[in-house]
């Protein structure tokens, strides 16, 4: 069980927009603290895909973006292409019992 | 550009400690936190913990008795033991640069598989 909350799967045909979202408490999002969110490609290492709620690492397309409210976030990916398939997963810190450092559950994306 | 690598034996037997070394190279280690991240196959991120450069951790509490985490500046180097392992702790084991709690860990490692079995 995740201390971040995310949507198992989520999908979109090849121009689509979809929304994967994290959910979280007042212990770690909704105390304040900032979500990131990586991508992970089979087979490879995450990648930082969005730190900070919203911003995007040197690199990254703008099709990308992310937004945080009360004690959730979201990715956003636009005009959605093939090689999007992958894991997202977000990040934030807690300043409960789960340390500092805590992911969500991941959300595999499927590009139709 | 910075880059880190993973290294340590790919088989640990059970009840023994995983030591793993992640080097990072095209930088300095310093001034930086340097955390562990696991991924059991088929399954999420499993943050470990991180150390500061100045030796100072923090770690998951669900594994803080069995983790320990060193640096050597020296070599920019930091480690990674894991004590009575048992064929849960089987996982790909992640080293990253983490920037703190507004950067996120923009520098990852390509991993090493580590099995627990006798």
């Given amino acids: 069980q995740s201390v971040l909350t995310q949507p198992p799967s989520v999908s979109g045909a090849p121009g689509q927009r979809v929304t994967i979202s994290c959910t979280g408490s007042s212990s770690n999002i909704g105390a304040g603290y900032d979500v990131h969110w990586y991508q992970q490609l089979p087979g490879t290492a995450p990648k930082l895909l969005i730190y900070g709620n919203s911003n995007r690492p040197s690199g990254v397309p703008d099709r990308f973006s992310g937004s945080k409210s009360g004690t959730s976030a979201s990715l956003a990916i636009t005009g959605l292409q093939a090689e999007d398939e992958a894991d997202y997963y977000c990040q934030s810190y807690d300043s409960s019992l789960s340390g500092p450092g805590v992911f969500g559950g991941g959300t595999k994306l499927t590009v139709l | ?118």
């Fill in chain 2, 1 to 118: 550009q910075v880059q880190l690598q993973e290294s340590g034996p790919g088989l640990v037997k059970p009840s023994e400690t995983l030591s793993l070394t992640c080097t990072v190279s095209g930088g300095s280690i310093s001034s930086y936190y340097w955390s562990w991240i696991r991924q059991p196959a088929g399954k999420g991120l499993e943050w470990i913990g991180r150390i500061y450069t100045s030796g100072s951790t923090n770690y998951n509490p669900s594994l803080k008795s069995r983790v320990t985490m060193s640096v050597d500046t020296s070599k920019n180097q930091f480690s990674l033991k894991l004590s009575s392992v048992t064929a849960a702790d089987t996982a790909v084991y992640y080293c990253a640069r983490d920037l703190g709690s507004r950067r996120g860990m923009d520098v990852w490692g390509q991993g090493t598989t580590v099995t627990v079995s006798s």
